[in-house]
């Protein structure tokens, strides 16, 4: 006992030396905690791991999993329900810090509704300040602000049952405090500057921790700047001089101010001032292995010396830059030695860790910027060897950056999409749960839930439609492909929604719960299906039988269909791009079975060819040439796109598949020579 009380004092004791950085985060010293393990049991122990596997997250993901996954399943196992919702919120982490943005989204939206179900008001604001984070890194930063403003901050504001304030105050002074940044991003920074102030008001009157402090003295120094008060950010940085040297962070960070106030003197003709803070910002930072504030002070150095025509300074500036970047490159980090990353040294850092997307990214830009320089100025000296050598590194260096930034853009855009899904699944679930309940009320009241459902399948598609708008032609392969899924047809269902509210008014319950269920779990396979490049081959055919059953009660006494399922084929386990046979049974129904007079039949069959699932759509309808001419002759200018855009599909997947997918239509004829139906054949690797 005593044992672990001496631990526990460590824990807390390693907490308090290093509270000056990620003071915005929850973390944990690592090798203390991995001593108190092998003690602890039960709940105890699953805090310990799940505490683990924060503090891991931001610098080995492989680790953090390992712990989070063994807490997830001990508090699965004696049910306790709280560990499971942490252990979500640290996957979240893990995810972030990964730089997977909706993946992250999807664990702490787990994590939330399980709070939200325990009732625990301050970790549901907790969660949706992750959420808005995760945007704000993801530049969805308006989705970010609206997110802090509606549900963080009246989330910590709100009452408990006992009447007490969810949050403390530093909960929503941060939570202001974190909003500033993303409010000088979309040009507001006279708001920020005003919460930056009056944070540093409450700071002083509470004491809080004095490298917190000097942070914001220059969050409030550069919001002069962009608001045009400059001798009001000049005397700013001087206040934060003026701060006591208490750490290695402030002594960092009074550098980095120095090298940020020289850029100013740059601007504002005070040439002097400015070369004497970058070389005191360089000369400090690059031997105490600050590499990031180093090269960007000695890059700027180097801008300062070729603007005034000082062509050697700048070579020598610019190539201490390019060994600073090359370092970084490196080390894959902004710091030569790991122990300066548990230190504040340029501001962001008091908030939380660099991920490592952003770092990457962050070190290639700069690689770029100081190898055109250096070219650009071995070109001007007729020095063809290093021109050369400099402009290839900026070659390559530019090569790895656009690929950089079409993966995060291609994130950005996903993490939106599937902001939105996740939105219209939680509207779905709901819309489904308030269904049941509206059986036993009144007929109108189910025919409000009806239209609320018809309106989320319009904003759906809606949604959907602005997703295909995205495209261009830097997106990456899985973007151009998601262009051309979920062509529903939408009267298909508007027409099913008419169904059930037809078995309601005809008091036919067991007939409208069959179809609404079938209806529901079509919609959701939509949606599922819309968001990933293959589905297993068991989904694919569920979801064609739900197809055609709702057709068929649309339709009633119009056709019959078969699903035949050829059984050397593991359904579980092969895959295949979701939706390619839906447009074409469509068709089959609305083109070749309603203009046949009689009844119908469809054939769907799938079977295996060597390594290929043979896919075949077969009617008795009119045929296409006949279906053409009624079309023709009722709508002149109807254009059928269904094969079209499957053909256009088909190519888009056949760029990167090595087995090609291959489409035949053809036109079935009878002895005679007439047009008997149409057999669609599309083979698929699997």
């Known amino acids: 006992m005593k044992y672990k009380l001496i631990i526990v004092a460590m824990v807390f004791l390693l907490q308090t030396v290093n509270a000056r950085i990620f003071i915005y985060i929850e973390w944990y010293p690592v090798d203390s ?52 919702a942490v252990a979500y919120s640290y996957y979240g982490f893990i995810q972030f810090y990964e730089g997977n943005y909706p993946e992250a989204l999807n664990f702490f939206y787990e994590a939330l509704h399980i709070y939200e179900e325990l009732g625990n008001l301050r970790k549901v604001a907790a969660m949706y300040m992750e959420i808005a984070a995760t945007h704000f890194w993801a530049n969805n930063i308006e989705k970010a602000i609206e997110i802090a403003e509606n549900k963080v901050i009246p989330g910590y504001r709100a009452k408990d049952k006992a009447g007490n304030t969810v949050g403390g105050f530093q909960d929503t002074i941060r939570t202001f405090s974190t909003l500033g940044l993303p409010y000088r991003m979309t040009g507001r920074s006279d708001t920020a500057l005003r919460i930056y102030q009056r944070y540093m008001d409450a700071g002083r009157v509470h004491g809080f921790d004095l490298t917190d402090l000097l942070v914001h003295e220059a969050v409030v120094a550069a919001c002069y700047y962009e608001t045009g008060n400059v001798d009001s950010a000049v005397y700013q940085y001087w206040k934060a001089f003026a701060y006591p040297e ?22 504002h ?19 105490h292995g600050f590499l990031y504030s180093a090269l960007m002070a000695a890059w700027e150095l180097g801008e300062f010396y070729a603007k005034r025509g000082k062509r050697l300074e700048a070579e020598k500036s610019w190539l201490e830059a390019a060994k600073l970047v090359e370092e970084m490159i490196g080390k894959s980090s902004f710091y030569r030695y790991d122990s300066l990353k548990y230190m504040v040294s340029h501001g962001t850092e008091l908030f939380q860790p660099y991920t490592k997307k952003y770092v990457k990214e962050t070190t290639y830009r700069f690689a770029t910027r100081v190898y055109w320089d250096l070219h650009r100025y071995y070109l001007e000296k007729d020095d063809l060897r290093p021109a050369m050598h400099y402009l290839q590194a900026y070659t390559a260096a530019k090569d ?23 939105d219209a699944e939680i509207l779905v679930l709901n819309q489904a749960n308030e269904l049941k309940e509206l059986r036993l009320m009144r007929f109108t009241w189910f025919i409000g839930g009806l239209s609320g459902l018809a309106i989320l399948i319009v904003f759906i598609a809606v949604m959907l439609h602005r997703q295909n708008q995205l495209k261009n032609s830097r997106q990456t392969l899985l973007l151009q492909q998601r262009l051309f899924r979920t062509q529903m047809n939408p009267h298909f269902l508007f027409n099913s929604l008419a169904s059930i509210q037809n078995f309601i008014i005809k008091e036919k319950p067991s007939l409208a719960s069959d179809y609404l269920g079938r209806f529901s779990k079509l919609v959701r396979q939509i949606l599922n299906s819309s968001a990933v490049e293959y589905v297993p081959l068991e989904e694919e055919i569920s979801s064609i039988e739900n197809y055609l059953a709702l057709q068929k009660v649309r339709y009633r006494d119009m056709f019959d269909y078969t699903v035949e399922m050829d059984e050397e084929i593991d359904t579980e386990t092969a895959r295949i791009p979701p939706m390619l046979a839906q447009p074409f049974i469509e068709n089959a129904i609305e083109h070749g079975i309603l203009h046949k007079g009689s009844y119908g039949r469809i054939q769907i069959r799938i079977r295996r060819s060597g390594d290929r699932a043979i896919f075949e759509v077969e009617d008795d309808g009119v045929g296409r040439e006949k279906a ?16 079209a855009i499957t053909r256009e599909r088909i190519a888009i997947l056949n760029r990167k598949l090595k087995r090609k997918i291959t489409l035949e239509i053809i036109d079935l004829k009878d002895e005679q020579g007439e047009a008997k139906g149409t057999r669609v054949v599309f083979g698929v690797p699997v």
């Open 269 to 287: 003709g005070d040439p002097d001032s400015a070369l004497y803070y970058y070389r005191q910002a360089y000369q400090w930072l690059e031997p």
């Open 628 to 643: 053409q001419e009624i079309l023709h002759k009722h709508d002149k200018d109807h254009k059928s796109m269904a094969t």
């Open 400 to 422: 790895t950056l656009d690929r950089l930034t079409r993966n995060r853009e291609a994130v950005e855009i996903q993490t939106r999409f599937e902001t939105t899904r996740k």
């Open 246 to 267: 208490v750490n290695q962070s402030v002594l960092a960070l009074k550098h980095e101010y120095m090298r940020r106030l020289a850029s100013i003197y740059t601007v």
């Open 33 to 84: 905690l991995l001593l108190v393990l092998p003690t602890q049991q039960g709940i105890e122990r699953i805090q310990t791991l799940n505490r683990l596997a924060l503090s891991l997250s931001f610098e080995d993901a492989e680790k953090s999993t390992y712990f989070a996954d063994q807490a997830m399943s001990m508090a699965k196992r004696i049910n306790y329900t709280e560990g499971i």
